[in-house]
T-cell receptor
């Protein structure tokens, strides 16, 4: 099956620093990747949709200058949380959609998530 | 606006059957997913329905009625490991995935 990896799985950083999270599709090509944030006991919140080779589309209320997304290849997207603050502490999850139009029925394959703690 | 409704929380007994409902109002419909999410983990795929009817996969079944904007996930022979949140998500006419808030299922011995 389709596998998506995410790195790191956990990260603790100091307030004001930047953190980069990588999302990779390991055995398929993903033209589209999605970045979600999930606070404790809440549902997934879509932050942005990332298309390979073009600018990401951010959801309303998500600061594009704070959450930098780069989707440079069909297997890699990165999310950089710039000038992180304690309120950015959350569970960040990426997902990828298969580029093959014949497959997946638009299913999204999720990475294992990254737990970010900003102190 | 687009809306997906599912109960916030349900409780069931080990070995029993539970049905989690999902109703949706979206701009167009191109399929409905059910995902399972354990606390602190990413969602995992359970089922996909695009045509009306029941899809059975082991202990889990998913039903869809497009005319009613309704789906349910049926879990049989409940096990303690089934305690998780169950997320309903619909693909709209723009092929965007619209997520429900999830149903937390608590299994008691």
């Amino acid at each position: 099956g389709a596998v998506v990896s995410q790195h790191p799985s956990r990260v603790i950083c100091k307030s004001g620093t930047s953190v980069k999270i990588e999302c990779r599709s390991l055995d398929f090509q993903a033209t589209t990747m999605f970045w979600y944030r999930q606070f404790p006991k809440q549902s997934l919140m879509l932050m942005a949709t990332s298309n390979e080779g073009s600018k990401a589309t951010y959801e309303q209320g998500v600061e594009k200058d704070k959450f930098l997304i780069n989707h440079a290849s069909l297997t890699l997207s990165t999310l950089t949380v710039t000038s992180a603050h304690p309120e950015d502490s959350s569970f960040y999850i990426c997902s990828a959609r298969d580029a093959d139009p014949r497959g997946s029925s638009y299913e999204q394959y999720f990475g294992p998530g990254t737990r970010l703690t900003v102190t | 606006g687009q809306n997906i409704d599912q109960p916030t929380e349900m409780t069931a007994t080990e070995g029993a059957i539970v049905q989690i409902n999902c109703t949706y109002q979206t701009s167009g419909f191109n399929g409905l997913f059910w995902y399972q999410q354990h606390a602190g983990e990413a969602p995992t795929f359970l089922s996909y329905n695009v045509l009306d009817g029941l899809e059975e996969k082991g202990r889990f079944s998913s039903f869809l009625s497009r005319s009613k904007g309704y789906s349910y996930l049926l879990l049989k022979e409940l096990q303690m490991k089934d305690s998780a949140s169950y997320l309903c998500a619909v693909i709209d006419s723009n092929y965007q995935l619209i997520w429900g808030a999830g149903t937390k299922l608590i299994i008691k011995p």
